[in-house]
Structures are given as C-alpha cells and as structure tokens.
C-alpha cells in the first residue's frame, strides 16, 4: 500500500538552501524491497558532498543513507524480514532523509534489543565504515601504532574506541583541545591537535621516529602530504574521505620518493555488496556495543526540517560524535 510521507529533496546542487522538506508519495515495496517507518535517521559528510555535486547523481533526488526504524511492509521475496521488526541500514540508495521510505532487503539488518534506533542510525554507517577501515582495508592485530584524522568525529569517535578494544594505539588529530580531550576520552591513545602542532614532527616523536603502518585519512586534500610523510616505507595511506576537498592530480612517483608506499581509496559499498556480508560486519559492530566496547555518540540532534543547519554545522567542523535527525 502506498503512504504520504515528508522527505528532504533537492532540484539542484548548491548550500544548505537547495534542502526542501516535501510530501512525497510511498509506493507499495517492490518484490526486493522493505518499507520501513524511521524513527532516527544518520548525517553523515557523504550527504554534504551529494548536496554540493561533488558526487554527482541525477536531480532531483532525495538525500541520506542511513536509519532506523520498524518494517511497515515487505516485498515478497525479502526472507529476512517481517512486518513489525526493528531494523536499520547504512547503505542503501540515496534519500534516507524522510519519515517512510523503500529500502532493498539485503541492504537492511535487524536491531538487537538493547540497541535503541537512535544508537543504530548514529552507528550504520559509520560503524561499518570503521569495521571495515580497522578490520579489512588493514586487517589491525593489537600491536600496531596508526594514524586517524578527524577523531572526534562520527567515523573518528567509533574508531576510538575499536581501535581500544583491539589494543591498538590510535593517534588522532582534531581541531581544539576540546576535541582532542573527547577523542582520548573514548579511546585514542594520543591526540595531535593539528591547529597548534606539526602532526608529521609529533607522529614521529610519539613512535620514536618510526612512524605508523597505516594513516587514514578522511580530510583529503589539506592532509594527503602530511600523512604521506607519517608513514613508514610501506606503509598503506587509507584515503576515505574529502572534508576538506578531494585528493586531485597525483603524481603516483611520490609514493615512491616516501618510501614504496600504497594507497587505497575505499568505500562501504564495496565492502558489504551482499547481505551476507553486511550481516557479518554489522554483527561484528553490534557486539562489541552489546559488549560496552563502543558506545555510540551522538553529539547533537536536529529535527529533519533543520537537516540544512545540520549540515552546516558539520561542515563548519562545530559536531562531534554522530548527528542524528529525530523522528516522532
Ligand atoms: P565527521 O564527523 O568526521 O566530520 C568531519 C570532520 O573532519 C570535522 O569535524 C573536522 O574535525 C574534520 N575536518 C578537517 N578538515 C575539515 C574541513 N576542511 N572541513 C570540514 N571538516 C574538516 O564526519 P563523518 O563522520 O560523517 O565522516 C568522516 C569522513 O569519513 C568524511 O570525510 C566522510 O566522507 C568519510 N566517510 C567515508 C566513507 C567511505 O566509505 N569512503 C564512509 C563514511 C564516511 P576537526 O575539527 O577535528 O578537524
């Protein structure tokens, strides 16, 4: 059956302006789909992008990847699932900012109870990022030293604390002291406060001038030198972001000159193509919240009217944590 339901849309890419709150039409879920009820949905710095066209998609189009919510119907071939399940998704087609929506099956998990859905939508696809950064990219044993930028943010504050919980030493860097009392707070072992130190001097001071095997690096153009220089020969330079523009015109003979080093360029989708897949990484992520190992941060909530000031406040670097949208 179809529903009525306000969702954020934009005709056109641009600021925080282009974002309209709308009353679209549900259809009934295709055969592969769910409709699921949100009850919190993620913000996440890939919406910005989208909204800007730095990823570009057809216009118009709705925004957002990531929610939480109950199954209000499902397609006939989605066997996971039933009317009334408490569910969540971090990859999904884009349009995650709305109150009802379709969803394929295999991009849907269940909640564990003791699980709320504003923890899941603060920790789909952020959380996923991070297991799959930590745990696939660079498979981390326990006894590395690494390199994440922007810890106190909602990929970064998760990463804290998995990289305590595997026993790594992670160290961050953020933008304030109060940043990077946060970040050390949940787990970082060291946090480089890049507006007052020099993070290559200070990354090789804290690893006794070895450096680390692996940086990540979601800030982009700002920082693609400066983690280059952090890593030992080798090393592998995990760039998967662009807070602050993307990395452009390489010349790969650089790699080279710092060492032999590799570079990936990675992306959630890749990583949990199936739903099997992503059942196995989002158990992985849950557990270790069952477990107390990570709690999900949510550092401010916005009604979904407000999704433009959200966005500008991630973007001017003043959120920590995840940012949820709350819905009734
Ligand atoms: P964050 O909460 O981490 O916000 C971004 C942070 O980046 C800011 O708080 C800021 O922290 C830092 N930053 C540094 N330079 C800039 C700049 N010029 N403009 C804005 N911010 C800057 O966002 P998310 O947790 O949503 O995402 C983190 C990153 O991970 C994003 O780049 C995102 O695109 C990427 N990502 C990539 C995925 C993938 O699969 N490839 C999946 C998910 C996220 P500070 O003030 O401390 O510098």
């Not at 309209?20 to 996440?44: M, S």
């Not at 970040?183 to 020099?198: F, L, M, P, Q, S």
């Not at 989708?269 to 069952?290: C, I, W």
């Not at 991630?314 to 709350?326: A, H, M, N």
Request: with cysteine.
């Amino acid at each position: 059956m179809e529903s009525q339901t306000k969702a954020i849309r934009i005709e056109q890419n641009g600021g925080p302006e282009v974002l309209k709150l709308v009353t679209v039409t549900v259809p009934a879920p295709e055969k592969n789909e769910v409709t699921i009820e949100q009850k919190a949905i993620g913000l996440n710095f890939t919406d910005v992008y989208c909204r800007t066209g730095l990823y570009p998609r057809p216009l118009p189009h709705g925004l957002g990847f990531e929610a939480s919510g109950v199954v209000k119907a499902v397609g006939a071939e989605v066997r996971h699932l039933k009317v009334g399940d408490r569910v969540a998704y971090g990859q999904s087609p884009i349009g995650a900012y709305a109150e009802i929506r379709n969803v394929p099956g295999h991009q849907v998990v269940k909640i564990p109870d003791g699980v709320s859905f504003e923890q899941a939508a603060a920790i789909m696809l952020k959380g996923l990022t991070a297991q799959y950064l930590l745990r696939q990219t660079y498979r981390l044993q326990g006894d590395e030293t690494i390199l994440f930028h922007a810890a106190a943010g909602g990929v970064g504050l998760i990463a804290c604390q998995w990289a305590r919980a595997l026993g790594v030493k992670l160290i961050g860097t953020a933008s304030s002291p109060e940043k990077a009392t946060l970040a050390k707070a949940h787990g970082a072992w060291e946090v480089i406060d890049y507006t007052r130190e020099n993070v290559a001097d200070r990354v090789s001071e804290l690893t006794g001038g070895k450096k680390v095997p692996v940086v990540y690096d979601s800030v982009g153009k700002d920082t693609w030198l400066t983690s280059l220089d952090c890593l030992q020969p080798r090393g592998l330079m995990v760039s998967f972001g662009n807070a602050s523009g993307p990395v452009q015109g390489v010349n790969l003979g650089i790699l080279a000159s710092k060492g032999s080093l590799y570079v990936t360029r990675p992306v959630l989708g890749a990583y949990v193509p199936t739903y099997e897949k992503l059942k196995q990484a989002s158990d992985e992520l849950f557990g270790l919240v069952l477990e107390k190992k990570i709690t999900p941060i949510i550092g401010q909530r916005f009604a979904l009217k407000d999704a433009g000031a959200a966005q500008t406040a991630l973007v001017e670097r003043k959120t920590t944590g995840s940012t949820i949208f709350t819905l009734g």
